[in-house]
Structure formats: C-alpha cells, structure tokens
C-alpha cells in the first residue's frame, strides 16, 4: 500500500538529487548519515519504487526518481506559497521571484530596468537565471523558476502567456559594407553564405528566419554563431549581416563597434512577454510585472 511521503522525505530526496552524495545530502539536512539514508529508504517503501540506484559507489538517480523529484520540487514550492499566505503577507511583489531570461533580452532590457524595479519594489529579491528558451522553460516545469521573460511564439504547455509588447527586427551590418545597402535593402540581392544568424537553439534565429522572411537558405550561412557577442563581432568583420532586436540599438553590445542597425518592416518583429505556470497563485503578482515592462518600454 503506497504511504504519502511526508515534507521532510521530499526534502531529503531533493537534497540527494543535487549533491548526488549520501554524506553531503545528510550535511545538507543537519542530520546523521545513517538517519538520513533511513529517511530515503522508507519513502522507497512508502511509494514502493527504486528511486536511488545503490549498486555503484557514485548515487544514480533512476529514472522513476527524476520524475518523482520534478514532482516533489512542485510540492515544495506550494508548500513556501502556503507559508508566505500563512504569514498574511498582503504585499505584491515582496519576497524571492526567480526568473527566467533568454539571452538575446537580458543584455538589453534588464540593465535600464532593474534600478527602476528596485525602486519601485524594494522588497523584491529578483533571482535571475539567464538560458536558452527550452533549458529555462524546463526549469519553470520542474518548479526550479517562477516565471519566464522571453520571444514568443515559442511551443509551451501548462503555461499562462502575457504578451508585453513587439520588438522589431533591424538590419545589422558593418558600416561600409559592399554586402548590402542598408537604405535600400532587398533579400533578393543578397548573396549565398551573407547571412549570420545564432546556432540552432537560439529563439532568435527561428524568430528572426519566420519575422524576415528568410526563405531561401543558401543565403543563411549553414553554421551560427554561439552567443550574441560573437555574432556581433562577426559582423563588425564584415563576415556577413544579421538581423537584430531593437533593443539592442543602444546596447553596450554595440560600443566600439562599427555595427550599425536599420529599421525594417512593421511586420518583422518578435513579441516579448512573460510566461508562468498555469494556476500558480502569483499570477497577479506576475501581471503586474508585466504592466511594469509595458510602462518602462513605453516611456
């Protein structure tokens, strides 16, 4: 007969999961070793499932292990959540929010933001992990993050999407350059190999292929480029052009450079927003950020 695990099993499973080491996990919880592994065996028993591989010398955690984790790190979360309403803490946005930012945002919008939103909500602890779309994504289902900045469309379920505003898409080229005429623009002119885009991953490369039309890939040069700085500097060596957020016009990206960005159609943009879990009871906590990216990207 399968038995509820209590908070404290849940608690010492998950510090197993992340120190992967019987002794450092007991250290973890402030309880012996031998208490400890006796913590993990009954909740084997009580939910009468393998979720530690005992065979090698190094922990292994199964794969019935990493799905009760993901579970129970969603547990503990509701559990904090119950506490916090428990203490009568009427306040929005007070306390820890993790969020989660792609890269191709958090270079550009996050450092005119954060003072403002310090300002305004002194009593935030903004805890903030910077990945790609499907890593961060990941996390917020696993209950690791609260809530998600990021480029939409982009494939999610069991989320809330709150779209904020529209980012448009510039021309990106070194100044000079015999690859394009900014001014006059036209994707038929370009040659094979003249476009450089993120490597597969990257939400901006999908984003900026559909939003620019990018039809005819001979004219995409096949690898991408790592990270945005490395994309930049390849454009600053007139290896090709890119296509670039509006955000980044006034990026520190963009100093010292000889890169320079061209406005393009209303209809090539990407749309940034805020995604949470569905359900998740700070949802109106997480409006409110949102309304505050509207205000700040409107003023």
């Not at 480029?151 to 999407?161: C, D, F, I, K, N």
């Not at 490597?199 to 559909?210: I, V």
Request: aromatic share 8%; hydrophobic share 40%.
């Amino acid at each position: 007969m399968i038995r509820a695990p209590t908070l404290k099993q849940l608690q010492y499973f998950l510090a197993l999961t992340e120190t992967a080491h019987f002794g450092r996990a007991a250290e973890r919880c402030f309880v012996s070793q031998s208490a400890f592994s006796n913590a993990i065996r009954e909740l084997e028993e009580g939910l009468d499932a393998e979720l530690v591989d005992r065979t090698n010398r190094s922990v292994t955690i199964t794969a019935t292990g990493h799905e009760v984790a993901v579970q129970a790190r969603l547990v503990m979360r509701d559990v904090e959540s119950l506490v916090e309403t428990a203490r009568g803490s009427d306040e929005p946005l007070t306390g820890e929010l993790r969020l989660g930012v792609i890269p191709t945002i958090a270079p550009f919008l996050l450092p005119g933001a954060l003072p403002r939103l310090r300002k305004a909500y002194p009593d935030l602890e903004l805890l903030l992990a910077e990945d790609q779309t499907e890593r961060i994504y990941g996390r917020l289902m696993d209950g690791d993050l609260d809530l998600l900045l990021l480029a939409l469309p982009w494939s999610m379920r069991g989320v809330e999407e709150m779209p904020l505003f529209r980012d448009r898409f510039c021309l990106a080229c070194r100044i000079g350059t015999s690859r394009v005429e900014p001014e006059t623009y036209r994707y038929n002119r370009l040659d094979a190999d003249s476009i450089l885009l993120l490597e597969d991953g990257h939400c901006l490369r999908e984003h900026a292929l559909a939003a620019c039309k990018l039809r005819d890939t001979e004219k995409v040069r096949r690898f991408g480029a790592s990270s945005l700085l490395t994309l930049i500097e390849m454009v600053d060596a007139d290896l090709g052009i890119t296509f670039l957020p509006e955000m980044a016009r006034d990026s520190t990206l963009l100093r010292n450079t000889r890169v320079r960005l061209w406005p393009m159609s209303e209809k090539s943009y990407r749309t940034i927003g805020l995604v949470w879990r569905k359900g998740s009871r700070r949802a109106a906590e997480f409006r409110m950020l949102g309304e505050f990216f509207r205000d700040l990207q409107a003023s």
